[in-house]
């Protein structure tokens, strides 16, 4: 009787030593699946800042282009006696 109990202790103690490498492993494997899953959202939200960034920059460009066209053909006539809109096309104050 004596021999079943210490097998049935022995067998019990290594099922529990087994359930803890068990879940030791678990919880690495969740701290790693977790890690990857912070690291792809910092990924994602880094291109999304970096397409953002470049679209504002793409924005700005766009009206310094339509500025310096407006500033080319002039919206009011000079010869009419009207300033035009673009401070480069009125007389130079300059002497």
């Known amino acids: 009787m004596i021999s079943t ?22 919880e690495a494997a969740g701290r790693a699946q977790a890690q990857a899953l912070i690291s792809t959202v910092q990924a994602t939200l880094d291109e999304q800042r970096r397409t953002r960034a470049a679209e504002q920059r793409r924005q700005v460009y766009v009206e310094f282009l339509d500025a310096a066209q407006a500033c080319q053909m002039p919206l009011c006539s000079p010869a009419a006696g009207q300033a035009a809109i673009c401070p480069a096309a009125a007389p130079s104050a300059v002497g």
């Not at 109990?5 to 678990?26: D, P």
């Open 5 to 26: 109990t210490s097998h049935s202790i022995c067998s019990a103690a290594a099922a529990v030593q087994a359930a803890q490498r068990q879940a030791a492993a678990a």
